[in-house]
Each structure stands twice: as structure tokens, then as C-alpha cells.
């Protein structure tokens, strides 16, 4: 479809064939608006499909996910009839199928805003899976030039539509929700938590050729390491003591495919008692002893 574009409207509504839906993802919309302050209507009446135009008065539901960056000005984001939160620059509006949504500028100040909409059996299952609200719901993820960066990609890809542009666009898609995610996530957290969980990870990682504990992360943090522990978990959403079995795992793996240290040299520079409780763990872990993945791997 014709992309209409100025120096404050840029919107492309996309075609998807059967070959991209195998993808698990498509991209059916990017675009960017610039809403001034005092404006007569909105949404602009320019171009938008009618299963994507709403009105004030009724609002809309998708069939597809949305994620709508607002970078300047604010507004509000009504959830239903009666209810609605707040939006300032730097929220992403997150809009999930089936679910009844509208939202509009504030008149003192407008906004700027990008979207991007996709669908697909892989962000259903994701869905399902808990990694995303159930609702309508805002990202707290603050002015960030590396997703604004994404929405102007996106724009540019599905205008272009070059080959494979649809899989450029699911990789985009893909890379601004997880960003999405992950600032949300952080902004929960006091600067001063991030901060000490952000330390505690370099020293684990700093540290995993000597033997350090998470007892002693917590002592150097100059925290209790019950409250270390708890609020680690809650920051990586894994314990300290998995975090650190997991990232010795890593290092693991490459050696055994690097390198020809033996499985007991590997396992004594990771400081496990024994190769015997190394092989216990990486067998947990990956369901293969060290020898055998080292062989199936190489071969």
C-alpha cells in the first residue's frame, strides 16, 4: 500500500504472502505521526485501513500485537471505557489481539509517535508463555536513541520492500520488543539496585576462573546475602549460585570444542571439586556428559 509521507506523517501498511507466514512472524504496519499541539482530530485521517482507523467515540480492537513509541509530548492510553493510565515520552504503548484500546495526545502538547504491528504463531505462543502482559498495557523504557534507531529502520525497510524485507522486519520487531522488555524490567528497580545487580554480574563473570561465592558477591556488595540473593533472582530471574553454573557452563561448552584441554584441566580452571562432579553438572545441565559432547559436536 502507498506510504504517505511529509515531515510529520510516514505510514506503510504491508502485504504478507503464505511463504512469510512461515516465518512465525510478520510485520503488517510501521509508521510515525506527528500530532501538534491544538490539534482537530485524531487519530489524522490520512491513509489508515478501516480495520486500523478508530474514532475517539469508539475505539478499536486488532488482530495483531502493536507496540506505539511515543518520544514527545503525552496523553492517554485507555484500556477500556472508563479506565486509563497516563502516557509520557519515552512509554511504549503495548497493544495485545483482540483487546479493546484507544489513546490520544494531550491537546497542550501532542506527540510524536511510532508504531510498528506484527502477528504470528510465535508471538501468540509467547503470549501463552507469559513472556508478554495478557492486556493492554504501557513499557516504561524511557527516550532510547537505539530503539528509535529501530522504528527508523523499520520505516525504511517496508518502504523499500526489498528482498526478504519481511524477515529484516520480524528481526526488527523481535529486537524492540526484547528492548522493550528489558528497560521496562529495569526501570522497576532503583537506580541503586540496577546499579549493584549490574556489578554483581561483572564479578561474577570477572571471577569465573577463581572461586568466588555468592555469599561473598553479597560481601563485597556490602549487602546481606539473603537480600542479595532475593533481589538478584528478581533483577536475572535466576538465583546467583545458577547464574554463576550457568555461565561456567558456557565457558565449558567452548573449551570443549576450542580447545584439547582434558575434561579434568576444564573442570579444575572452573574450580569444580572433581571432574567427576564437573561431568554431574554438565550432564544436568545439557543432558550429555562432557566427553560426549565434545564428540558430537566436533563431529
Known amino acids: 500500500m ?8 510516514k505510514l506503510k501498511y504491508l502485504v504478507t504472502t503464505e511463504r512469510d507466514l512461515l516465518w512465525g512472524i510478520t510485520v503488517t504496519t510501521v509508521g510515525f505521526h506527528q500530532i501538534q499541539k ?16 478508530f474514532s475517539q467515540r469508539v475505539g478499536r480492537t486488532l488482530n495483531e500485537f502493536q507496540l506505539v513509541y511515543i518520544t514527545q509530548g503525552g496523553g492517554k492510553f485507555y484500556t477500556s471505557k ?10 511504549i504503548i503495548s497493544i495485545v489481539p483482540s483487546k479493546w484500546h484507544k489513546y490520544t495526545p494531550n491537546k497542550e502538547t501532542g506527540w510524536s509517535e511510532y508504531w510498528i504491528g506484527f502477528r504470528g504463531p510465535s508471538m501468540d505462543q509467547r503470549l501463552h508463555n507469559g513472556f508478554l502482559n495478557q492486556e493492554n498495557s504501557i513499557y516504561k523504557v524511557g527516550l532510547r536513541d537505539e530503539i528509535l534507531s529501530l522504528y527508523q529502520q523499520a520505516i525504511e525497510v517496508a518502504t523499500k520492500e526489498s528482498i526478504a524485507y519481511q524477515q529484516v522486519l ?6 524492540i520488543l526484547g528492548l522493550a522488555l528489558a528497560y521496562d524490567k529495569e526501570q522497576q528497580f532503583e537506580n541503586f539496585t540496577v546499579l549493584h545487580m549490574t556489578k554483581a554480574k561483572m564479578i561474577i563473570r570477572e571471577n569465573l576462573y577463581a572461586k568466588i561465592t555468592p555469599e561473598e558477591i553479597a560481601e563485597q556488595l556490602n549487602m546481606s546475602y539473603s537480600w542479595f540473593r532475593k533481589t538478584f533472582k528478581e533483577f536475572t530471574g535466576i538465583s546467583p549460585a545458577c547464574y ?5 557452563m558456557q565457558v565449558a561448552k567452548d573449551a570443549l570444542l576450542s580447545s584439547n ?3 579434568k ?3 579444575f580452571n572452573l574450580h569444580y571439586d ?4 564437573f561431568s554431574t553438572q554438565f550432564r544436568k545441565h545439557l543432558g550429555l556428559s562432557p566427553k560426549e559432547y565434545r564428540i558430537k559436536k566436533r563431529k
Do not use: M, R
Open 38 to 53: 491544538n490539534f482537530d482530530v485524531y487519530p489524522p485521517q490520512v491513509g489508515h485501513p478501516d480495520k486500523y482507523f
Open 244 to 248: 554463576i553454573q550457568t555461565l561456567k
Open 82 to 91: 472508563s479506565e486509563w493510565v497516563e502516557v509520557n515520552e519515552g512509554d
Open 2 to 9: 502507498k506510504t504517505e509521507t511529509n515531515n510529520s506523517i
Open 261 to 263: 584441554l582434558s575434561i
Open 274 to 277: 572433581n571432574a567427576e562432579h
Open 265 to 267: 584441566e576444564i573442570a
Open 170 to 175: 520480524a528481526g526488527i520487531a523481535n529486537h
